[in-house]
C-alpha cells in the first residue's frame, strides 16, 4: 500500500515564473485535497477534488492558481506568476468517499516552494 | 463553521513524563476530530480520529484522545514521552458529513528533554 506521494519534495524559482507540482493520492482513494503551510502555522485548505470534478475552492486560491484533476487520478497545481508571499510548504491529502472512517485525510510529503 | 484552538505553541516534557497537549473545538455542527503529527520537512501523519464512536479513542504511537462534547475539548495525552516524539502536532476539525475541508490550529511543538 503506498501513500501519497508529491513530486518535486523541494522547488526554488524566482518571482514570476510559473510552477507545476504533482500530487499522486492513494490509488483507491477518491477525494484529493490540496493546503498550503506556511511557517509556524497550520495547514490552510485551497481546493478539493471528488475524482474529477473540483467541488470547492478556499478564497486563498487566487486566479494565479489552477488546479486539475485530469481522469481522476493525480493532480496538480500550477501557480502563475510566483510572488515570494506564495513561499510555503504545498500539501496534498487524499481520502476515500466512505464516510466510515470519518473520510480521514492522509497526506503526502509535501512541496517546499521558494520563490526569490 | 469550525475552528480549532490549541493551547500553548510549544510544551517541554521530561522523558517518561506525561504528555498532554490541548485542542478546544468550535463547530455549528456534530464534529469529527483528528489529530495529526508532522516532524521536519515532512507531510502529515495522522495519529488518531474521533467520528463520533467511543469518545476514548486509541492512536498509534501510544497516543490516545478523549473527545468530552461538554467541555469542546479534544486533548492528546501519551503517558509516557519518548524522545522520538519530539515533533509539531496539529489538531483538526471537520463536520460529521465529511464534505468540508479540514480545519487545523496552530500547532504544539513538543519538545522532550533527556
Known amino acids: 500500500d503506498t501513500g501519497v506521494s508529491q513530486d518535486p519534495r523541494h522547488k526554488i524559482t524566482k518571482r514570476g515564473q510559473n510552477v507545476t507540482f504533482r500530487c499522486d493520492p492513494i490509488s483507491e482513494h477518491n477525494r484529493l485535497y490540496w493546503y498550503r503551510q506556511t511557517l509556524g502555522q497550520g495547514p490552510e485548505f485551497l481546493t478539493y477534488f471528488q475524482n474529477e470534478a473540483q467541488l470547492e475552492k478556499s478564497r486563498l486560491l487566487s486566479d494565479r492558481f489552477s488546479a486539475e484533476r485530469p481522469k481522476g487520478s493525480f493532480s496538480t497545481l500550477e501557480i502563475q506568476r510566483t510572488e515570494q508571499g506564495d513561499s510555503a510548504m504545498y500539501l496534498c491529502?487524499?481520502?476515500?468517499?466512505?464516510?466510515?472512517?470519518?473520510?480521514?485525510?492522509?497526506f503526502g510529503p509535501g512541496t517546499r516552494l521558494l520563490v526569490l | 463553521a469550525q475552528s480549532v484552538t490549541q493551547l500553548g505553541s510549544h510544551v517541554s516534557v521530561s522523558e517518561g513524563a506525561l504528555v498532554l497537549l490541548r485542542c478546544n473545538y468550535s463547530?455549528?455542527?456534530?464534529?469529527?476530530l483528528f489529530w495529526y503529527v508532522q516532524y521536519p520537512n515532512q507531510g502529515l501523519q495522522l495519529l488518531l480520529k474521533y467520528t463520533s464512536a467511543a469518545t476514548l479513542v486509541k492512536g498509534i504511537n501510544g497516543f490516545e484522545a478523549e473527545f468530552k462534547k461538554s467541555e469542546t475539548s479534544f486533548h492528546l495525552t501519551k503517558p509516557s514521552a519518548h524522545m522520538s516524539d519530539a515533533a509539531e502536532y496539529f489538531c483538526a476539525v471537520r463536520s460529521n458529513s465529511g464534505n468540508t475541508p479540514l480545519v487545523f490550529g496552530k500547532g504544539t511543538r513538543l519538545s522532550v528533554i533527556a
Open positions: 463547530s455549528s455542527v456534530p464534529p469529527y
Open positions: 491529502a487524499s481520502s476515500p468517499d466512505s464516510l466510515a472512517g470519518g473520510r480521514a485525510q492522509y
